[in-house]
């Protein structure tokens, strides 16, 4: 995922990334559990919450 500023993402875009990371962890919340599942589930959980914020950062705007 590349890095992004409010300044350079659209709506649009937020939207996207934001549905797209939903999905993968539903996808990794449905797999087996072991170390790297979680590892790889807490880290997208963290991109996901770093994009809502932008996102209503964005809609306060």
Not at 36 to 42: I, T
């Amino acid at each position: 995922m590349s890095n992004l500023t409010l300044d350079n993402i659209t709506m649009e875009e937020l939207n996207k990334r934001i549905n797209e990371l939903r999905d993968t962890l539903n996808e990794i919340c449905c797999t087996d559990q072991n170390t790297e599942v979680e590892e790889e589930r807490l880290i997208t959980s963290r991109n996901l919450d770093e994009l809502i914020v932008k996102y209503m950062m964005r809609i306060e705007r």
